[in-house]
């Protein structure tokens, strides 16, 4: 996978419209990782910032600690 940032609106605290990665894989584009205060939201293929699927970063933290492999 190559992962680039796409907007870098702030440059040290994430603000409210934080940043947008780009995740790309050998076949091209595969979706955008938006990173903001509230929480997280992956917005697969050609899926617009608003209409993705979106975790608080509780339930980002318990995902990752309840799943560490």
């Not at 996978?1 to 605290?13: E, G």
């Given at each position: 996978?190559?992962?680039?940032?796409?907007?870098?609106?702030?440059?040290?605290?994430l603000g409210s419209?934080?940043?947008?990665?780009?995740?790309?894989?050998?076949?091209?584009?595969?979706?955008?990782?938006?990173?903001?205060?509230?929480?997280?939201?992956?917005?697969?293929?050609k899926t617009h910032?608003?209409?993705?699927?979106?975790?608080?970063?509780?339930?980002?933290?318990?995902?990752?600690?309840?799943?560490?492999?």
């Open positions: 996978m190559r992962v680039s940032i796409k907007k870098f609106l702030v440059p040290l605290q419209k934080g940043i947008e990665l780009d995740v790309s894989g050998n076949k091209g584009h595969v979706g955008d990782l938006c990173i903001g205060k509230a929480g997280v939201e992956w917005c697969s293929g910032q608003g209409h993705g699927i979106k975790k608080s970063w509780d339930k980002l933290i318990r995902f990752f600690e309840e799943n560490p492999s």
